[in-house]
């Protein structure tokens, strides 16, 4: 909790600080827009393993209606350039719409991830393939969950920026099996060798609800890598 608690203090700072540029962006493109907000630690102990620890906290308008957060920490191996695996395990809580975290729970669950991700590179673009299963412990029993994302990342030269566009689907093994359509563009800083910010919009069409609501997104990122 105390690590949450640091967390929205920094998304309160960030948020006084940025949000007269972001209404005059988004105030006339949507009618309700939320605020997704992630931070990031990786940790690289050579240059085959590594460790990542993430939090999110979500919320339906923009910095307000908090939802959802989600803590999880990864462990990846680097097999060559173009293959990492990876095992996750996090917990994830969402809290009935209407406020922030009002409750009881909508939904309280574990999930343990194990995935796959494969690259390929053609000049300054990247191309990333993700695929995740999600091994889902929930109040209302076990489910499992497969995960889809294809990612595309173009690097300018001689620049710390980037830009990243990303198409996700979830499947369930039940009826409706196509659950959820999730895609982004995001931009992204690298401020120092540690540091690096995204800002962009995600839109998320779901097709059975479960887990988390909500159709548009303000997206802001903190990443840290520590060596």
Request: hydrophobic share 40%; proline share 2%; with cysteine.
């Amino acid at each position: 909790m105390f690590f949450l608690a640091s967390f929205s203090f920094f998304i309160f700072v960030f948020y006084a600080t940025n949000n007269f540029f972001f209404l005059l962006i988004f105030s006339n493109g949507f009618a309700q827009i939320g605020s997704w907000n992630i931070l990031n630690f990786k940790i690289k102990n050579n240059k085959s393993w590594n460790y990542l620890l993430e939090s999110q906290i979500r919320s339906l308008l923009f910095y307000n209606h908090f939802h959802y957060y989600e803590y999880k920490a990864f462990i990846n191996k680097r097999f060559s350039q173009q293959l990492i695996t990876s095992l996750g395990i996090g917990k994830y809580q969402t809290y009935q719409e209407g406020g922030n975290f009002v409750k009881p729970l909508k939904s309280n669950e574990i999930r343990i991830s194990p995935q796959i991700i494969t690259l390929q590179d053609f000049s300054n673009i990247q191309l990333e393939h993700r695929y995740r299963m999600e091994l889902r412990f929930t109040q209302n029993g076990y489910r499992n969950r497969f995960r889809y994302r294809l990612g595309l990342k173009y690097i300018f030269a001689k620049l710390p920026f980037s830009l990243h566009l990303s198409s996700e689907i979830f499947l369930g093994t039940h009826a409706p099996y196509f659950e959820r359509n999730r895609s982004s563009f995001l931009c992204q800083f690298k401020l120092s060798k540690m540091l690096s910010l995204q800002y962009g919009y995600l839109h998320q069409l779901d097709y059975r609800i479960n887990d988390e609501t909500g159709k548009n997104f303000m997206v802001f990122s903190l990443m840290l890598d520590f060596f």
